[in-house]
T-cell receptor
Framework: DAKTTQPPSMDCAEGRAANLPCNHS???????VYWYRQIHSQGPQYIIH???NNETNEMASLIITEDRKSSTLILPHATLRDTAVYYC????????????FGTGTRLKVLA | GAVVSQHPSRVICKSGTSVKIECRSL??????MFWYRQFPKQSLMLMAT?????????EQGVEKDKFLINHASLTLSTLTVTSAHPEDSSFYIC?????????????FGDGTRLSIL
């Protein structure tokens, strides 16, 4: 199963873009990258996912490198409510398609 | 869309009690649901995969007789912690995938905080 590596913590000023990196160097060709965030004492919230093309939705943008070994989640204008733990997950592309969570990045948005 | 509801949100009970947690997909059918456990300041750990109409698949190290999973319908899975002890105190979270595509994202409930006295 592909594993992901994320920095343990990051700070970002309110109103600025937050760029959260993720390394997944052992990703297989048919495995997608998913991003979630978890605000304290809540379940994870889905943000975005992608295979190899860049993706954008109302919450964020996902940039995946051409070799697919890393990706970056971009929150274009971070707010205090974006303070959370962000998880990058590479989904097992066989069997039960389960998620294996890594340790995530604790993002703190500063006023 | 894609709402997953968990009940109860919090439960406190005495040691030796069995506790049932429900996970419902409110606006979609889920043939597969997942159960996770999360200890303070740690990441989510997958406990088991719940398949509608069949036995659950447990991750290594998770006692299937301790954590009973039932997935009786396409919208409901239950986790029963049998004879709970203080070390079972944790945050339990379920998830389910919407849609039929295998790459559809999982959507998570808001979790159940279990405290065993």
């Amino acid at each position: 199963d592909a594993k992901t590596t994320q920095p343990p913590s990051m700070d970002c000023a309110e109103g600025r873009a937050a760029n959260l990196p993720c390394n997944h160097s052992t990703i297989s060709g048919n495995e997608y990258v998913y991003w979630y965030r978890q605000i304290h004492s809540q379940g994870p919230q889905y943000i975005i996912h992608g295979l190899k093309n860049n993706e954008t939705n109302e919450m964020a943008s996902l940039i995946i490198t051409e070799d697919r070994k890393s990706s970056t989640l971009i929150l274009p204008h971070a707010t205090l409510r974006d303070t959370a733990v962000y998880y990058c997950i590479v989904r097992v592309a066989r069997g039960t398609y389960k998620y294996i969570f890594g340790t995530g990045t604790r993002l703190k948005v500063l006023a | 869309g894609a709402v997953v509801s968990q009940h109860p949100s919090r439960v406190i009970c005495k040691s030796g009690t069995s506790v049932k947690i429900e996970c419902r997909s409110l606006d979609f059918q889920a043939t597969t649901m997942f159960w996770y456990r999360q200890f303070p300041k740690q990441s989510l750990m997958l406990m088991a995969t719940s398949n509608e109409g069949s036995k659950a698949t447990y991750e290594q190290g998770v006692e299937k007789d301790k954590f009973l999973i039932n997935h009786a319908s396409l919208t409901l899975s239950t986790l029963t912690v049998t004879s709970a002890h203080p070390e079972d105190s944790s945050f339990y979270i379920c998830s389910a995938s919407s849609g039929t595509g295998v790459y559809q994202p999982q959507h998570f409930g808001d979790g159940t905080r279990l405290s065993i006295l």
